[in-house]
């Protein structure tokens, strides 16, 4: 089982910007749709964007035309980029693939901390 290490997060002011990245331990090539989702302060987890691997891509309609998800197979590595934050991202982001992120017994890596703040 690929094993999943996010990073990239960090605080940054409102309109700011930040690139997450997340790291395979091996191959990403055969899995289909990469997803990263995020759990902000006492709500649930919420899925983010998702790219598969034709490179087709969605994203949560808070999100879109501000994040841009890529994925590069060659460095088994899935980003997020995110521009124009806002204090309401602040979250632990983390990905997965999608199909594990959605099943009632994920198993999520240790994540990023993104807070936006002034």
């Known amino acids: 089982q690929v094993q999943l290490v996010e990073s990239g997060g960090g605080l940054v002011q409102p309109g700011g910007s930040l690139r997450l990245s997340c790291a395979a331990s091996?191959?990403?090539?055969?899995?289909?749709?990469l997803a990263w989702f995020r759990q902000a302060p006492g709500k649930e987890r919420e899925l983010v964007a998702v790219?598969?691997?034709?490179?087709?891509?969605n994203y949560a309609g808070s999100v879109k035309g501000r994040f841009t998800i890529t994925r590069d197979n060659a460095k088994n590595t899935v980003y997020l980029q995110m521009n124009s934050l806002k204090p309401q991202d602040t979250a632990v982001y983390y990905c997965n693939p999608l199909a594990a992120g959605l099943g009632p017994n994920a198993s999520w890596g240790q994540g990023t901390q993104v807070t936006v703040s002034s």
């Open positions: 091996g191959s990403i090539f055969s899995i289909n749709a």
């Open positions: 790219i598969n691997s034709g490179g087709s891509t």
